[in-house]
């Protein structure tokens, strides 16, 4: 058992970065696909019409709340529990990535634990999940939908 915690104790050492140092979307890409819990998350058709009607931007900024008011704490309510499967694109993005808890978010971006998560983290994680929705949309040109009107 020693040489276990020993392993994971290096392994957590070894995977630790600086904000300026995550990995983005496209590098961490081929980790997520490998994961069985990890790539069974698909965006619904309602998520999708919802992205469309959005746009990305604005669904970014949400995500960044989210992150902020959810993850952002050193120590967050209910961590671990605290995303919903589903109900917003932004959670099923969140699982999807690892981005749904602290303790995931060390495990798949290095961000240690215990500590708040620095702006440039939370911008990080940000781009990690418009990075998956962006990809996991496909095109949405042909979902109908309201433009703009102001």
């Given at each position: 058992?020693?040489?276990?915690?020993?392993c994971w104790m290096k392994w957590q050492r070894k995977t630790r970065r600086r904000a300026s140092e995550m990995i983005g979307?496209?590098?961490?890409?081929?980790?997520?696909?490998?994961?069985?819990?990890r790539s069974r998350f698909h965006l619904s058709e309602a998520d999708r019409a919802y992205l469309a009607e959005r746009?990305?931007?604005?669904?970014?900024?949400q995500a960044k709340k989210i992150i902020r008011d959810r993850l952002s704490a050193a120590h967050p309510f209910n961590d671990g529990a605290q995303t919903p499967m589903r109900g917003h694109a932004v959670f099923v993005a969140q699982h999807a990535t690892g981005c749904c808890c602290r303790g995931c978010l060390a495990k798949w971006h290095g961000i240690p634990e215990g500590r708040e998560l620095t702006e440039d983290e939370i911008e990080s994680i940000a781009d990690v999940i418009a990075g998956w929705l962006t990809?996991?949309?496909?095109?949405?040109?042909?979902?109908?939908?309201?433009?703009d009107l102001f």
């Open positions: 058992m020693r040489r276990q915690s020993q979307y496209d590098e961490l890409k081929p980790r997520l696909t490998r994961s069985k819990f746009g990305l931007s604005t669904i970014r900024g990809d996991e949309a496909g095109d949405l040109s042909k979902i109908p939908h309201t433009p």
